[in-house]
Every structure is written in structure tokens, then in C-alpha cells.
């Protein structure tokens, strides 16, 4: 099934002529220490903000690492450059147990397609599949986010309006411990042209949503 919605999209994309891959972290042009991304929250102005930093591990291939509170490292996602797109190859999370030790989880990759260069229509789905097990509780967790080109639009920074790309996300949450639980939400996501990621929103419910807007890039 993860195959057949690649090749899906890619069919259809086919026959549009778009070409996205600009419209990633701009992976090749980065410097020798990366670029650190820091994005505001716009839900609470006063929480923290996300910071990652992205650094070119090679041809095509891109590092980024989560930074939280105190800049420990909370995750480290790998990801690679294909003829169609992104596709994650790995990730690590980061995350200190109850008398505070660090542990280090290994996430399996069941479906890696991250960024289609060739969206499609509005059908095409990117499936990105993973799952892993707590350390401190052995919880199994199952996340998928399907991904859906939606429209061509502007993002507006530094006095400028840059290209860029919107998609839809729909994502399934599911645990299972004595048996399973599941959840879903939705949100969109926004990439400008030659800088990547700039905007996302994830409504988990009408009382709880994330969203995030990039707010300095150095």
C-alpha cells in the first residue's frame, strides 16, 4: 500500500509539469555549521520556541536536530534526496526518564516519502509511517501523516513575498499498551522556496492546536 500511494502521486504529478524541490531546506547551499531554524509559537506567544538546526551530511543527504528547553537535543531526523523527493531515512529521540538519565530510542521507518518534488493533484497522498516503544514504559506508538498538495501560494518575510508551496496533513496517533488507542488530527503545512519549511499547524482538537510560523534563520 505505502508503494502504490507513492507511485500514485508521482503518475499524476507526471502530467503537470510542477517541480517542488526547490521548495525543501535548500540542502546542497547550506553552510559548513548548517542553519538554525527557529520558529515562533502563535498559539502562545510566551512558550518556548522550536529550534532546529539543519547541516548537510553529504550529497543530498540532510541532518536536523530538535533542540528543547535547556538546547538538549529532543530528536534527530536523517533524510535523503531522491529522484521524486524526500524520503526519510532514520530517527532518534532523545528524552531523560524518571530519575532523569537520558535514554536514546531508535524509531523504525515504515514508510519514509517526507517531501514529494512531483505532488500531484489533491488525491495524491505521501505517506510517512513510524513506530517505536518508549523506554520507560514500553508503550508501543504508531504515527502516520499523510500529506496532500493543496495550492501555490505566497509567504510573506522579511519585507518580501516568497513562493511557496501549501499541504494538507492528516495524521493517526495510535498506542497500545493492554490494547490500542487512537487519534487523529489535521493541519497543513507551508514551505517557501529555498528556505523549506516555514509554517505548520496541527488541530488536535478545538481546544488544543499547535501552530508555528518561522521566525529567524541564521
Known sequence: ????????????????????SRYYFPIDSLPPDGWVYVYENLQDTLADSEVWRHVRTGPGLLESTNYGFGEEIVQKQYDRVVSNGIVTDSLVLFAADSIGERK??????????????????????????????????SLHIVLERRRTFRE???????????PAVRFRTEDTFETEAD???????????LYARDIGLVYYKRVIAESMQLEFELASRK
Open 152 to 162: 501555490m501560494t505566497t509567504w510573506h518575510w522579511n519585507g518580501q513575498d516568497l
Open 104 to 137: 536514546i530510542t531508535k524509531v523504525e521507518v515504515l514508510s519514509p516519502h517526507r517531501f514529494p518534488f512531483v505532488p500531484g493533484d489533491t488525491l495524491s497522498v505521501w505517506l510517512t509511517k513510524m513506530e517505536w516503544w518508549q523506554p520507560e514504559d
Open 1 to 20: 500500500m505505502c508503494f502504490f500511494i507513492m507511485i500514485t502521486g508521482c503518475r499524476q504529478a507526471d502530467d503537470t509539469g510542477m517541480d517542488l
Open 179 to 189: 490494547g490500542w488507542t487512537s487519534s487523529h488530527w489535521h493541519g497543513e503545512e
